[in-house]
């Protein structure tokens, strides 16, 4: 019988139904250009975004940091461009570029020093309009030490919050105490790593692929592994259930919309 718990991370890991790897994100630079904002490339990957956080940090051009921000932000809007729109709005307003600026600097400065707390608390402090933690957290992981040895900030989206229960039975609810819960989730990303022999990306990227198999619903899981113990299948694995889950799940969505085949 499958159980989620920690050791849960190392079925996850196993899955030849998942990659350790997400690809290329393209960029609707047209629907971005409409709003007054130029990005970078039509296409990005997280070695690019890595490059160009390096760039604005090592020149400390508030234009390069501000860039860096609105590429961030075009590879992680997944299409949902109505909280985008509303931030670009904002940021046109002097108040709102100064409170971004500020938000950016002060959080990618933490983030680059492995200060998780100081980094999420520094997006939570100066409030930008409609720019939640599935956005922000983009941007810390970007702006971290991608050579450092010790935890840092990770992506931490609605598609990997809603994985981890169901991988390892412990909710990371950013309702209560958010910066206290992020740096937990970040802190146990690493210490999962270094128990099973795998990057946090790589992790990270499982869990947001078993999050969109899932709909971001743990309920989806369960019933197909109810599903599965009905029809007496033994033993009921991790793929097996990922296997019926995304069985029923391409009844509903387009063949490009199953795992593997996403960006974060």
């Not at 890595?50 to 501000?66: C, M, N, P, S, V």
């Not at 409170?99 to 707390?117: D, M, N, V, W």
């Not at 592994?225 to 889950?245: H, K, M, N």
Request: net charge neutral; hydrophobic share 40%; glycine share 6%.
């Amino acid at each position: 019988m499958w159980r989620e718990s920690v050791t849960g991370i190392a079925d996850l890991m196993r899955s030849d139904l998942l990659s350790s790897e997400l690809e290329p994100a393209p960029v609707n630079t047209t629907q971005w250009a409409n709003k007054g904002v130029r990005i970078s490339s039509d296409r990005f990957d997280r070695d690019e975004l890595f490059q160009l956080a390096e760039i604005a940090r090592t020149t400390g051009d508030d234009q390069k940091l501000l860039q860096l921000f609105w590429d961030i932000l075009a590879w992680g809007v997944m299409g949902n461009f109505r909280n985008a729109g509303r931030i670009v709005d904002f940021a046109a307003t002097d108040d709102g570029r100064t409170r971004l600026l500020t938000a950016l600097r002060t959080g990618a400065t933490a983030s680059h020093a492995g200060k998780i707390e100081d980094a999420y608390r520094a997006f939570v402090d100066y409030k930008v309009p409609r720019l939640g933690p599935a956005f922000f957290s983009k941007v810390l992981f970007f702006a971290g030490d991608r050579t450092s040895p010790e935890p840092r900030c990770l992506i931490f989206d609605s598609r990997v919050e809603s994985a981890l229960p169901t991988v390892t039975g412990t909710s990371y609810s950013l309702v209560n105490r958010p910066v206290t819960t992020y740096a937990r989730y970040c802190r146990d990303m690493y210490a999962w790593s270094q128990e099973f022999g795998v990057t946090p990306e790589a992790i990270e990227a499982r869990l947001y692929q078993l999050g969109k198999a899932t709909e971001n619903s743990r309920r989806a899981w369960l019933s197909a592994e109810v599903s599965l113990y009905r029809e007496g299948r033994v033993p009921v694995t991790f793929d097996a259930i990922l296997t019926r889950v995304i069985r029923d799940h391409r009844r509903t969505v387009p063949a490009d919309e199953v795992p593997g085949q996403g960006k974060s």
